[in-house]
Nanobody, 124 residues
Framework: QVQLVESGGGLVQAGDSLSLSCTFA????????MSWFRQTPGEGRQFVAG????????LYADSVKGRFTISRDNAKNTVFLQMTDLQPEDTAVYYC?????????????????WGQGTQVTVSS
C-alpha cells in the first residue's frame, strides 16, 4: 500500500512563492509517476503538474506553466512542487498522487493513491 504525505501549504500574499513536498512510502518510488492536483470547494480535482519516474517527462496545466515547477528526488522518495508568483486563483487544497505508470497521467480518476491534501491560500 502506498502512503503519501504532503507538507508545505500555508497562507501567502499574491506574488509570493511556496514549496510543497510529498513523501512516498510503501512501494518502490521509481515505479510511479507522480502528480499534483488541486481542488476548490464544489469542484473536482484538477491536474496541476506531473512527472514520470525519472523526471524525463513533465506536464503542466496551462494555468501554472512558467510559475510552478515539479521535481522529484528518487533517493528521498519525495516529490516537490515549487510555486512562484502565486495568485488568489491558485487558492486550493493541493494533493499529490501516485500512479504505477511510465507516463504522466492527467486524469484524476486514473489515480488510486492520494495524499491527505494541504491547503494553499493566496490573499490579494
Amino acid at each position: 500500500q502506498v502512503q503519501l504525505v504532503e507538507s508545505g501549504g500555508g497562507l501567502v500574499q499574491a506574488g509570493d512563492s511556496l514549496s510543497l513536498s510529498c513523501t512516498f512510502a510503501g512501494r518502490t518510488f521509481i515505479s510511479y509517476s507522480m502528480s499534483w492536483f488541486r481542488q476548490t470547494p464544489g469542484e473536482g480535482r484538477q491536474f496541476v503538474a506531473g512527472m514520470n519516474w525519472n523526471g524525463g517527462t513533465t506536464l503542466y496545466a496551462d494555468s501554472v506553466k512558467g510559475r510552478f515547477t515539479i521535481s522529484r528526488d528518487n533517493a528521498k522518495n519525495t516529490v516537490f512542487l515549487q510555486m512562484t508568483d502565486l495568485q488568489p486563483e491558485d487558492t486550493a487544497v493541493y494533493y499529490c498522487a501516485a500512479i504505477m505508470s511510465i507516463v504522466v497521467v492527467c486524469g484524476a480518476e486514473e489515480y488510486n493513491y492520494w495524499g491527505q491534501g494541504t491547503q494553499v491560500t493566496v490573499s490579494s
